[in-house]
């Protein structure tokens, strides 16, 4: 199935996201303020990805994307980078059974052949158990970039239709790592800084940081919104 660009067409926004993209960060600036261990606070962040899950299935959010690795995180000392894969590990030995008795299908994104191959194992073992569920589809972002991503996607293209005067911009989206689902229509960064770290460029272009009191109007005025929706009542 194939979703609505928000540059080429105006996708309707309704009441609760359809699909929340969030960074979860600040995990090690909370242990450092507890005077724990970085770890610590990535520890911690697995118990928040837990009631984050939890409370987008039970409000009906249809899509949930967690940037967990980003293609620049290798540049961390090589400790903590091991520990954070000993962590992804664990949660999805320990995690994925239970997601999938609450409906919820796993997705991971990313270039996934510079992990482990335990840890491609479990990943590919987790989206074949999860992949009918329909509940909550959980996406997690490991060793992705949004550079990446679009650049994956042109070399998939290029290699299909051979030149470049033939691309339009809606040919591309198929071929991104997540053209299973909409564009996000929130997107939320914990820890207090305002950036997007390379996580989803191309789908972010409509997104908002914050939601339910912002008009969706993608590109028009109010005016046009507020004409539009007295015709409708009309
Ligand atoms: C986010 O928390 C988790 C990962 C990037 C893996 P950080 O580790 O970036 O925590 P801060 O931003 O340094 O506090
Ligand atoms: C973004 O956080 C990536 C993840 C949370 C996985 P970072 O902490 O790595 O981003 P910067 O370095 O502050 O931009
Ligand atoms: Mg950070």
Known sequence: ???????????????????????????????????????????????????????????????????????????????????????????????????????????????????????????????HLTADNRQLTLTVAANYGGRWDIMQALSKLMKEKGSLNEVQEEMLSPYLAMSYAPEPDLFIRTGGEQRISNFLLWQLAYTELSYRRRERRFGRTSDQLQDAKRAEVA
Do not use: Y
Request: glycine fraction near 10%.
């Open 1 to 127: 199935m194939s979703h609505a660009s928000s540059t080429r067409e105006i996708p309707g926004a309704g009441d609760v996201p359809r699909h929340v993209a969030i960074i979860m960060d600040g995990n090690g600036r909370w242990a450092k303020g507890r005077r724990l261990p970085r770890i610590a606070g990535h520890r911690r962040g697995v118990d928040a990805v837990r009631a984050t899950v939890r409370g987008c299935a039970e409000r009906g959010i249809e899509f949930l994307t967690l940037f967990a690795f980003s293609s620049e995180n290798w540049r961390r000392p090589a400790e903590e980078v091991a520990l954070l894969m000993q962590l992804f590990q664990a949660a999805l030995s320990n995690e994925v059974e239970k997601l999938h008795k609450s409906g919820v299908r796993l997705k991971v994104v990313g270039d996934t052949t510079r992990f482990d191959p335990k840890i491609r194992r479990l990943i590919q073992q987790g989206e």
